[in-house]
C-alpha cells in the first residue's frame, strides 16, 4: 500500500521554526520526486517546495527562498522515504494546511502529482 502522511505542523509565534515531515511507504516514492504545497482559507492550493530523487534538484516558491529548505531521506531498502520542510522565520502568511505529494516527474504544478497525503496545520500568529 502506497500513502503519504504528513505530521509535525502545529501552532507557532512569527519569527519561530516548524519542521514538518512526511512520511511516504511504498517503494515506488524512493525514485519519485517530491513536493510541499500548502492551501490557506479560500486560497487556491501553491507550490512550496520540492525536490528529486535523490536530492539533487530543489525548487522553492519565491515567497519561501531563504526561508524553508526540503530535504528527504530514503531507508536503505528503499522501502520509505522521508521528506521534511524545515520552515523558520515563519510569518502568519505562511498559515496553511501543508499537503506532501508524490509524483515520477514532479515539477511545481499542483496538477502534475500523483499522489496527495492528507495535510498538516501549520498556524502562524503574529
Known amino acids: 500500500q502506497v500513502q503519504l502522511v504528513e505530521s509535525g505542523g502545529g501552532l507557532v509565534q512569527a519569527g519561530d521554526s516548524l519542521r514538518p515531515s512526511c512520511a511516504a511507504s511504498?517503494?515506488?516514492?524512493?525514485?519519485?520526486?517530491m513536493g510541499w504545497f500548502r492551501q490557506a482559507p479560500g486560497k487556491e492550493r501553491e507550490f512550496v517546495a520540492a525536490i528529486s530523487w535523490n536530492g539533487a534538484r530543489t525548487h522553492y516558491a519565491d515567497s519561501v527562498k531563504g526561508r524553508f529548505t526540503i530535504s528527504r531521506v530514503i531507508s536503505r531498502d528503499g522501502a520509505k522515504s522521508t521528506v521534511y520542510l524545515q520552515m523558520n522565520s515563519l510569518k502568519p502568511e505562511d498559515t496553511a494546511v501543508y499537503y506532501c505529494a508524490a509524483d515520477p516527474i514532479g515539477g511545481t504544478a499542483v496538477d502534475k502529482y500523483s499522489y496527495w497525503g492528507q495535510g498538516t496545520q501549520v498556524t502562524v500568529s503574529s
Open positions: 511504498g517503494r515506488i516514492f524512493s525514485n519519485y520526486f
